[in-house]
């Protein structure tokens, strides 16, 4: 994955982490998001994150605009430029996607759970910041439903889901208080062992 993402980056023009944070605000959609909340996000120092987008800026592939939630602040959104770069980007980093393709649906889903369960104990671990994952989201609620195929709530969108549907990076999410995402963790990793 990391050979793919130079590879990719480099093809489009950015450097991995201009790729990577322009990836991220395009699934963030037209509102954006403020530097410091990026740089936490992505566990990248702010300085790093502040040239990074001042370079995408200059390639007018994202922009800046008043921040949503308090117009005093300003947060950094993709342009439709940005969001074709990308598509590009996405369109040149296929062999990782083919690879998983080759699985079957069933460790396919296998692997998401697998990969959840990491990303939470690194979480925890305090290796990696907090992720913008169902498991961690205030929307969440872990088997409340008896269909197998669709156990899971989100309270968001109203509607039930699956474990092949768990996100790890959510345009919607909220982060529940750190009480809740503990007991939602419980009940979801106690249910699936
Ligand atoms: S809002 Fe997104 S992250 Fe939160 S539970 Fe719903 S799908 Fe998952």
Redesign the pocket.
């Known amino acids: 994955m990391r050979t793919e993402a130079w590879t990719a980056a480099d093809a489009i023009g950015l450097n991995p982490t201009q790729l990577q944070i322009l990836t991220f605000l395009v699934a963030r959609g037209r509102a954006g998001m403020r530097v410091k909340q990026i740089a936490a996000y992505l566990g990248v120092s702010q300085p790093t994150t502040t040239d990074s987008i001042n370079a995408l800026l200059r390639k007018g592939l994202v922009e800046k605009r008043t921040d949503p939630s308090d117009a005093r602040a300003l947060s950094v959104a993709a342009t439709p430029a940005g969001e074709t770069a990308v598509r590009q980007a996405g369109q040149l980093a296929s062999a990782t996607e083919d690879a998983i393709a080759s699985l079957s649906k069933l460790e396919q889903q296998d692997l998401l759970m697998h990969l959840v369960k990491i990303i939470r104990n690194l979480q925890t671990a305090g290796a990696i910041p907090e992720q913008?994952?169902?498991v961690n989201?205030r929307?969440?609620q872990p088997h409340v439903h008896d269909d197998p195929k669709a156990p899971h709530h989100?309270a968001?969108?109203d509607a039930a889901f699956g474990p092949a549907q768990l996100?790890v990076d959510?345009a919607?999410?909220?982060g529940a208080e750190p009480e809740a995402q503990r007991t939602a963790w419980h009940v979801f990793n106690r249910a699936a062992s």
């Open positions: 913008r994952m169902c989201c929307y969440f989100c968001f969108v996100r959510c919607e999410y909220d």
